[in-house]
């Protein structure tokens, strides 16, 4: 009966021994059930989390190249349209170079008597302002010009520069209108120099002085004509 007793006590602990066991098991599993599902949830945060930071960093990329290619087609244009004007303005001045000698020694005589006129009205207003014993008279108005113009039209347009201005400027201030044995390395046109100072009237100034009051208005002609074609 003792043995009996006994092994009716050692099954009852076994029993449970194995229920506590189970329990435990069971809620070792329950706990593990849960971190995995808390691990899932946050594993999926963090894989939506990276699949917006990407979408995210891909629309910001796309964003720059849009932004850089825009930015190089507008540079670009910009480039294009300066180029066109250049062109404009570099045949202009090739035309003038290329006019017949009657028509570019007329705009020679018109440069030059533009200049001396200017240059003959300062000195009048110095003399009202100052008073001719503070007046520095030039010994004469020299002409320069490049070679192949003061070869060929050099004479021509001081005379004709004369004739203009008769009647209108003296005839002693004309008399110090000379051709200077000196030349020039300018494009064309000509230099006014009456003592240490000088009137650059080259075509090259010229032109650049024209398309500072023309750009604006060549840009439209060419951009908003071929715009509308």
């Known amino acids: 009966m ?28 329950a706990e593990c059930a849960k971190i995995r599902a808390e691990y899932a949830t946050r594993a999926e945060q963090i894989r939506e989390r990276l699949s917006t930071d990407a979408e995210e960093a891909a629309k910001n990329r796309i964003s720059r190249a ?15 349209k300066s180029e ?31 200049a001396l006129t200017e240059q003959l009205e300062a000195e009048h207003t110095g003399r009202a302002l100052y008073g001719d014993e503070d007046m520095i008279e030039p010994e004469a108005y020299e002409v320069l010009m ?26 002693a201030k004309l008399d110090l209108l000379v051709l200077s044995s000196k030349t020039v390395a300018i494009d064309g046109g000509l230099i006014l120099r009456y003592g240490p100072v000088e009137s ?10 024209l398309r500072e009051g023309l750009e604006a208005e060549v840009s439209r002609a060419l951009f908003d004509v071929k715009a509308m074609g």
């Open 200 to 209: 650059n009237c080259s075509l090259s100034l010229l032109f650049a002085e």
């Open 66 to 80: 849009k932004s850089t290619a825009a930015t190089a087609k507008r540079n670009l244009l910009l480039e294009t």
């Open 146 to 171: 490049n070679q192949k113009d003061r070869d060929r039209l050099g004479k021509l347009v001081i005379e004709g520069a004369k004739k203009k201005l008769s009647g209108k400027a003296e005839k």
């Open 2 to 29: 003792a043995m009996m007793g006994l092994e009716k006590i050692t099954e009852k602990i076994l029993g449970e021994a194995q229920a506590r066991a189970d329990a435990i098991m069971a809620e070792a599993e």
């Open 84 to 114: 066109l004007i250049d062109l404009v303005f570099d045949g202009a001045l090739e035309g003038t170079l290329k006019l017949s000698n009657e028509h570019y020694a007329d705009l020679l005589v018109g440069l030059l008597c533009a």
